[in-house]
């Protein structure tokens, strides 16, 4: 396959899946090469094997970090600090793409990010909502179950001093209700205390907000 034809089948496409690309192809290795050699020369990133992204210059597409992270391992969604993020639930920008998955945790190193993945037994996979940006579906999870998960994968005693440290703020998109839902369904002592804590520092800003 030349360049030029390849560019133009993938340049509306969010990610090049090779196996997709591949699949019905009588002898797949000729085009396994070109586009070995194309990664090679800089024409396309990849992501991880199979999975690649045609370099900046050639792409009409959008790269969605949300949308590679939930990709690059399935199942997954984006929780941790880097939903915390999302929600400005923290200022920081997190420099890591970090995400819960049932399967192996695992890291990849890319041109466009780095993206983490860290196990989670199936039971506690939920509280994540689908975001569609570009067309492309990533899955992150909510306000809520992002601190659990924080909590829970850290195993972090939480405590007044560490939710200002995390200068946790915008607290009324923490919907407690939900908050003790999500902790009651965890069904562990620490995370029951952590929503508790949370609970006092939201009231406490809550009335600090009132003052001013």
């Given at each position: 396959?030349?360049?030029?034809?390849?560019?133009?089948?993938?340049?509306?496409?969010?990610?090049?899946?090779?196996?997709?690309?591949?699949?019905?192809?009588?002898?797949?290795?000729p085009?396994?090469?070109?586009?070995?050699?194309?990664?090679?020369?800089g024409?396309?990133?990849?992501?991880?094997?199979?999975?690649?992204?045609?370099?900046?210059?050639?792409?009409?597409?959008?790269?969605?970090?949300?949308?590679?992270?939930?990709?690059?391992?399935?199942?997954?969604?984006?929780?941790?600090?880097k939903?915390?993020?999302?929600?400005?639930?923290?200022?920081?920008?997190?420099?890591?793409?970090?995400?819960?998955?049932?399967?192996?945790?695992?890291?990849?190193?890319?041109?466009?990010?780095?993206?983490?993945?860290?196990?989670?037994?199936?039971?506690?996979?939920?509280?994540?909502?689908?975001?569609?940006?570009?067309?492309?579906?990533?899955?992150?999870?909510?306000?809520?179950?992002?601190?659990?998960?924080?909590?829970?994968?850290?195993?972090?005693?939480?405590?007044?001093?560490?939710?200002?440290?995390?200068?946790?703020?915008?607290?009324?998109?923490?919907?407690?209700?939900?908050?003790?839902?999500?902790?009651?369904?965890?069904?562990k002592?620490?995370?029951?205390?952590?929503?508790?804590?949370?609970?006092?520092?939201?009231?406490?800003?809550?009335?600090?907000?009132?003052?001013?």
């Open positions: 396959m030349k360049w030029a034809k390849f560019v133009e089948i993938m340049r509306d496409l969010p990610v090049i899946d090779t196996e997709i690309l591949l699949a019905g192809v009588s002898d797949p290795d085009i396994k090469v070109q586009i070995s050699r194309w990664e090679k020369t024409r396309i990133i990849q992501l991880k094997r199979g999975i690649y992204l045609l370099a900046e210059p050639y792409r009409k597409v959008n790269i969605n970090e949300p949308y590679l992270a939930s990709i690059l391992k399935k199942p997954s969604y984006v929780s941790l600090e939903a915390l993020e999302y929600h400005d639930l923290i200022p920081e920008a997190v420099p890591v793409w970090t995400s819960i998955t049932t399967k192996r945790p695992g890291k990849f190193i890319t041109k466009v990010g780095t993206f983490v993945y860290r196990h989670i037994k199936p039971s506690l996979f939920w509280g994540y909502e689908s975001v569609v940006v570009d067309n492309q579906t990533a899955f992150i999870a909510s306000p809520e179950k992002g601190l659990l998960d924080l909590f829970y994968i850290n195993k972090i005693d939480v405590s007044l001093n560490y939710l200002e440290e995390l200068r946790l703020q915008n607290v009324e998109k923490v919907n407690l209700g939900r908050l003790s839902e999500y902790a009651r369904r965890f069904n002592r620490k995370i029951s205390h952590a929503v508790e804590i949370i609970k006092e520092y939201v009231i406490s800003h809550k009335e600090e907000e009132k003052v001013l």
